[in-house]
């Protein structure tokens, strides 16, 4: 489905991201992990648009996508839940969840998909009309990534979810995006929790400044004696 090629990157006169190439298949979970400041958000960035590439390719199902816009790639399904949750805290639950439908127009279909996200996240349906900056840390993440199921991702990008959260929530959300992918969407995750994101992919990435050192499945890398000293406290 996505096929990154030898990207490269540069903030200023800084190398950021150095020839990066990795491949996300369809229906899997494929998860990038690696110490702060690796690059792996500037990767996500750089795939959802965000980010201009000084060399390289982005393929979207067989598309060269590298100099599409953002907006054009949210188009195509590419959406992209941020670091940090970034909802919008003066609107409402259902406000947040509306925006992430902006660019649609099937009214039924939008319904539809409304109903389903309050299904996968009952808090949400019980909070719909409270405004988004006063809820928890927890339910800003479900929030975030329910408005990004409106949007209908054919691909979605997740960026340290389970990022300041109490461990019990980590597992929740950790067991929703499983589900979000049984349920046929395509993830590709960005996670400081190793140990958690390596359990659920089926893919793995290691990257260490601004460069992919190690790849392999999920499993192959939780049994690396390397990955296990450097992140798994082993």
Do not use: C, W
């Not at 808090?123 to 975030?144: C, N, V």
């Not at 395509?186 to 659920?200: D, K, R, S």
């Amino acid at each position: 489905m996505l096929e990154v090629k030898d990207i490269n990157v540069h903030f200023g006169v800084i190398h950021a991201l150095k020839g990066i190439s990795l491949k996300v298949n369809d229906g899997e979970i494929v998860t990038l992990i690696g110490a702060n400041g690796a690059g792996k958000t500037t990767t996500l960035r750089t795939i959802s648009g965000l980010k201009k590439v000084t060399s390289g390719s982005v393929i979207h199902d067989g598309v060269d996508i590298t100099n599409l816009s953002a907006q054009d790639r949210v188009k195509r399904g590419i959406i992209q839940v941020p670091e940090g949750r970034r909802v919008f805290p003066t609107m409402t639950v259902l406000e947040n969840l509306e925006l992430g439908a902006y660019l649609r127009r099937d009214k039924a279909g939008i319904n539809n998909d409304l109903k389903m996200v309050y299904e996968r996240f009952p808090i949400l349906s019980d909070r719909k009309k409270q405004m988004a900056g006063t809820l928890s840390g927890g339910e800003q993440q479900m929030l975030a990534m329910g408005r990004a199921l409106m949007s209908r991702p054919k691909i979605l990008f997740l960026d340290e979810p389970s990022m300041g959260l109490a461990p019990l929530l980590v597992q929740e959300i950790f067991s929703i995006i499983k589900d979000i992918n049984k349920t046929g969407t395509t993830i590709f995750l960005v996670e400081q929790n190793a140990a958690m994101a390596l359990q659920i992919a089926h893919q793995a990435y290691v990257m260490e400044t601004g460069t992919i050192v190690l790849s392999g499945t999920g499993k192959e890398l939780m049994q690396s004696d390397g990955i296990k000293k450097a992140y798994l406290g082993g």
